[in-house]
């Protein structure tokens, strides 16, 4: 017999999804009563990644989404009851990542929100520095603490090198600077404690940690960009060219990634020493990246503020007996997708500096965004002190937690099951293309300094025959080289 009352319950619990507004006002609903992504997911119970995806564009489904649209039902309540509005209510979806906005002077001195410091200009409303080097947020500080806010510029603002470092919701503007160490107490907890879990044992301790390499280098963004003026995960709309065309396919961009070996090397009385590059990864992570959505664009132009990836022709290259190719290895002929550092390399190729080694790319198409090198240099820093101080301790296990992190996050921003909150493909191919771009300028260092350059693979190997400790040092830290073997140039099995 068929239960009624258990239809009826089951009925009564349905619930039709609460409506949300538009993923733009959601985001200035919260700035509007300056909450940081932080905060709002704290009250929710998820992660500020989540709150990031859902302001650009993603819903959330479930109870969670009850609480959310509670949490923005409140919001509007409060301003209207305050008879205000958001403070940038012509915010779009993509422009908290664009950074292309107009730059407008401030007409005194306000506190930066990177850094606290006086700053004279504006960027979408905030007094902010336009110029790295002025804003203290972003100079180089001892291991334990930021450097303390530097004084007021007393030159006029220089026009910026590149847009201005991307960051999320701003703090109060009068916030004070706060001691914040370059290396979170996050990766020695994590450590500690998988080594607590394993009674000691390094080998099981090293293998939970890799495991966990992915979430935790998230909690480790989120902690290197607390207080921050623009969020950096999202999810914006992508153009075809980076979508996979099956499930185990590629897209069409080209990361340039190079594998060569010397066809007719000269004659050598000594031994061929393979260099490995140490912390490819890591060092690539200061390149150019694409702040929001990208724009379409075409012709032979190319803005040194933009980053993204481009179709172009590429030139001949003429040197492929003793340098590769930059591209890598590209048998196909005619124009080709790369990315931002492929693409700048063959224009410095191109100029007197460089030979000129080759004539520079013609580019058709791209699709760029506004662009900053600074994106993930807290991180960046934070994983370098990390392994360095693993290093000088000879703490093999946070070595090894730490380059899983790194590596791991870099490959997993693409479409990947591992994580969900970060997906910008287009960062991971030019972050890859960095890593290749900075190989092949070793070799052509090494090239210049008269030694011989047998191979160039991947990210990180370089094989040389000659004094290689004239040019490079040797050490474990991320500018220094380590040897991986040393081989007669008669040794078919490395060919």
């Known amino acids: 017999m068929t239960d009624y009352n258990a239809i009826d319950a089951l009925l009564a619990a349905t619930r039709t999804p609460p409506d949300l507004p538009p993923a733009e006002q959601r985001r200035a609903l919260r700035q509007a009563l300056h909450l940081t992504r932080t905060q709002v997911a704290q009250a929710l119970g998820v992660s500020p990644s989540t709150v990031s995806g859902w302001e650009t564009g993603r819903d959330p489904s479930g109870e969670i989404r009850e609480k959310y649209a509670y949490f923005l039902n409140g919001a509007q309540q409060k301003l209207r009851t305050q008879n205000d ?21 401030h007409p005194t001195p306000q506190p930066c929100v990177l850094c606290g410091a006086p700053a004279t200009d504006e960027v979408e409303g905030y007094p902010q520095h336009l110029h790295p080097e002025d804003c203290t947020h972003l100079t180089p500080t001892p291991p334990q603490h930021e450097a303390t806010p530097a004084p007021p510029p007393q030159a006029p603002p220089r026009t910026p090198a590149h847009t201005p470092e991307p960051h999320q ?3 109060p503007r009068r916030r004070a600077p706060h001691p914040y160490p370059r290396t ?8 500690q404690n998988a080594l607590d879990t394993h ?24 902690a290197t960009r607390i207080g921050a003026r623009y969020d950096i995960v999202g999810h914006p709309p992508l153009p075809d060219i980076l979508r996979k065309k099956t499930a185990q396919g590629a897209d069409e961009v080209w990361e340039a ?35 929001g959505a990208l724009e379409y664009s075409t012709g032979n132009v190319h803005s040194r503020r933009r980053a993204g ?9 003429d040197h492929h007996p003793y340098l590769p190719n930059p591209l ?19 224009q410095r190729l191109a100029t007197a500096q460089y030979g ?3 004539d520079p790319p013609v580019i058709h198409e791209s699709f760029t965004s506004g662009a900053t090198e600074q994106l993930f240099e807290k991180f960046r820093q934070a994983l370098r002190d990390a392994r360095e101080k693993a290093i000088t301790d000879e703490d093999e296990v946070t070595l090894e937690y730490v380059k899983s992190m790194y590596s791991k996050f870099v490959s997993t921003m693409g479409e990947s099951n591992y994580n969900r909150a970060l997906y910008r493909p287009d960062w991971m191919h030019i972050i890859r293309s960095q890593a290749f771009v900075n190989l092949w300028l070793k070799a052509h260092k090494a090239h210049t300094a008269g030694l011989t350059v047998m191979r160039v693979m991947g990210t990180d190997e370089l094989h040389i025959a000659g004094n290689w400790q004239q040019v490079f040092t040797e050490g474990r830290g991320v500018s220094q080289v380590k040897v991986k073997d040393v081989y007669a140039a008669t040794d078919t099995s490395h060919h």
């Open 356 to 358: 000129p080694l080759c």
């Open 169 to 171: 919701q701003p703090a």
């Open 85 to 105: 509005t958001p403070a940038h209510p012509e915010t779009s979806p993509t422009s908290e990542h664009t950074a292309t906005d107009k730059d407008e002077p």
């Open 328 to 346: 890598g290895n590209r048998e196909e002929p005619g124009p080709v997708w790369v990315t931002e550092p492929t693409l700048r390399l063959l």
């Open 309 to 317: 990836i481009h179709l172009i022709t590429p030139p001949e290259w």
């Open 184 to 191: 979170p107490n996050l990766i020695t907890r994590a450590v």
């Open 199 to 222: 009674a000691g044992d390094l080998t099981a301790a090293t293998a939970e940690l890799q495991r966990r390499a992915i979430p935790d280098a998230m909690a480790l963004l989120d």
């Open 257 to 291: 990634r190079p594998h060569w070996t010397r066809l007719d090397p000269p004659p050598t009385t000594g031994d061929i020493t393979a260099l490995d590059i140490n912390g490819a990864y890591l060092s690539a992570l200061k390149t150019h990246l694409p702040l």
